[in-house]
């Protein structure tokens, strides 16, 4: 059943706001104070906090909004338990202090970020039962476990609770997956606490992006930064666009325009994005590959999170996400590009194995996996460690002859706030606003709607249909696919919206100026790229 969606009120846009795709080429010249490339989560929210301020912001991506690493996570609105148990020997980790410190600085982070997230945004979070079997082979006792959490709580004493308890033997019935875990021979305690899970990160990205919009930011996706340069004599950056929309009918725009302030947050295209400066500078980032396979699990399952670690000794969740379950994840080193990535045959049946190794009475099969996929994490590289640093580090590209540009690495979706006040905080050293302070809004939600009763009729719901308006209107689809994925994130139900595609097609033809042969195009091209991206094994 396909879950209750939020209904936004439709608020006026500013003279310079745009709401298509098109007409690149009227910014030819137009100066901003601040140029934003890249529009996941971070640029997004580092957008809003600039408008905020006052400045004048443009903001480009090269594909749809948020379709990067935003789109591709976990999920997970993680307490921070994952820097202290991470797999590695506590031992090991105290003979570390530099590494300790900062991993306990990281904790207190991630809990302030998720106090606040609960607090200003419950409608974009679920809450969910969390549990964490301790075996007597793990890497960590009960008692450590005990001592991590009051270490968490001892971060954000009165914030969101973690509802932390321990199951000893004899206690595991209060756990309904309990039988499902391995080894029960081994099995010391179960860790449960409440975790949040975001639903769906995208959203929250598109919420930041439009309240920048409604503050007078210009937003674009699918524009590509061609170029980006300073003239002689010329402290401002000159950047070049170009649109990158694909069909017969829209044929590639350009414009060049200019900015005092370049912030590169492209993820895991940042060094990319820094190359297209001519500077030949060394690489930030350190791309990390990760899937995630969906399938059904049995109904004590509902409600309820796996936290455990894979036969390599990292982290594996298994978290309940609009009555399926999402498994993951993997990581592996990645060179290329990052959007075109997808799980391969070899990873699913990983995953899978490791999924029956934690709960080996689900004997699940390749052929049960639902749907998959894959990501890029855009980590700090880190010349220590090939596989890269959870470091969130903002590069000042001063140091390489490129002043007045920041670029950013190692940021999650959960320290988005964070991140974006810094980069602010940071821009106003050196930047005056050409404009006043505003007020934002971390969330323009105003009604839920119920769509559950609508699933299986032939009419729409008024209201849905509006919604659907709404944003084919005022929120730049270009496709079906960013309408059923981002704006509405229907993608993420467990039929990925096919049950409803059409629908919502004919409903959204009429704004976006589609025929009914566009509309099949459309359905045609949805379905191959659930295909392509989240495959099944032997779907080729």
Known sequence: ??????????TPLPPNASTSPHGLSQLEQTHFDIAVVGAGINGASAAQHLCAAGYKVLVVDQGDFANGATSRSSRLLHCGLRHLASGSNIWRTLLRPRHLAMSMKTVRDDMLARDEI?????????PINFCLPIYSDDQYTPWQLDAA???LRMTSPTGEPLKYRRCRPGQTDQVPISPWLRDPEKLRSIAVFQEYLFDWPERIALDALFDARRMGACVRNYTRVVEIRQAQ??????ITLQ??????LHTPESATVTADFVLNLAGAWVDDVTARTGSNTAPRCAGMKGIHIAVQLPEEFADWGVFTYNSIGEPLYCLPFRGIHYVGLTRTPFQGDAASVSATDQEIEWMVSETNRCLPKLSLEPSDVLFTWAGVNPLTRDPLDPMGSREIKIHDLAVDGLPNMLALTGGPIMTHRRVARKITREIQKRLVPSGDRRDLQYCSAQTIFDYDAACDGNQMPKDYSSEIARCARNEMPANLADLLMRRLGLGWEPDQGLGQARKIAETAAPHLGWTNSRIEDELIAYQAQLDRFRRKQGAD
């Open 118 to 126: 609960v607090r200003t945004i419950p409608i974009r979070v679920k």
């Open 233 to 238: 004599k010329d402290a401002r950056w000159h």
């Open 243 to 248: 649109s990158t929309e694909q069909g017969a």
């Open 1 to 10: 059943m396909l879950k209750p969606i939020t209904i936004q009120k439709e």
């Open 149 to 151: 959490f009051a270490a």
